[in-house]
């Protein structure tokens, strides 16, 4: 089933800081689920199920390997949409609801439930405090922001060249 408000930017966007963060030290099960689970986000909410028989494992098997990492599905999944959730927010360029689709939720109340629970404020307060965190170093938020902003023209989202202040964007 694909989702209307379906946005390609942050389906790239999605598999690549998959790949980022799968690059850092997660067991070869975990990060072959963190990958699967990145495909489908897009689609809803992901199945144990349908992971399982993406990477050609029973369900049973896909737990027990899993459980051999000292982890499981729901945690890997978790994880996962906190990390990405953490970075689009600090990307500033997508809204709530967009995060919300693109993290495979099938509604924002269950996002915005997340938020509180992964960072204990609402996915608006996020945004607007920089997640209360450290910043991110400028070299990081500018080829962060160009990569967006690159998707987003290709895709017919951005602004043109010159349109940056009507956005707040350099």
């Not at 963190?34 to 897009?42: H, N, P």
């Not at 899993?66 to 500033?92: I, K």
């Not at 996020?126 to 209360?132: N, P």
Request: hydrophobic content about 35%; overall charge positive; proline content about 4%.
């Amino acid at each position: 089933r694909r989702i209307p408000t379906a946005n390609s930017a942050i389906f790239e966007l999605s598999e690549r800081i998959a790949e980022q963060a799968s690059k850092r030290q997660f067991g070869v099960t975990s990060s072959r689920v963190r990958g699967e689970i990145v495909k489908c986000l897009g689609k809803g909410e992901p199945r144990r199920e349908a992971i399982a028989a993406q990477l050609g494992m029973s369900e049973r098997t896909l737990c027990r390997r899993l459980s051999d990492e000292n982890t499981n599905f729901v945690a890997v999944l978790d994880a996962l949409r906190r990390e990405m959730a953490e970075t689009y927010m600090q990307q500033g360029d997508f809204n709530p609801t967009e995060i919300t689709y693109a993290l495979g939720f099938s509604d924002p109340s269950n996002f915005y439930r997340a938020c509180k629970r992964w960072f204990g404020s609402t996915p608006n307060a996020l945004r607007q405090s920089g997640l209360g965190g450290a910043p991110k170093p400028v070299a990081a938020q500018s080829v962060a922001r160009s990569a967006i902003q690159r998707l987003a023209r290709g895709i017919g989202l951005g602004k043109e060249k010159g349109d940056h202040k009507e956005r707040g964007v350099d």
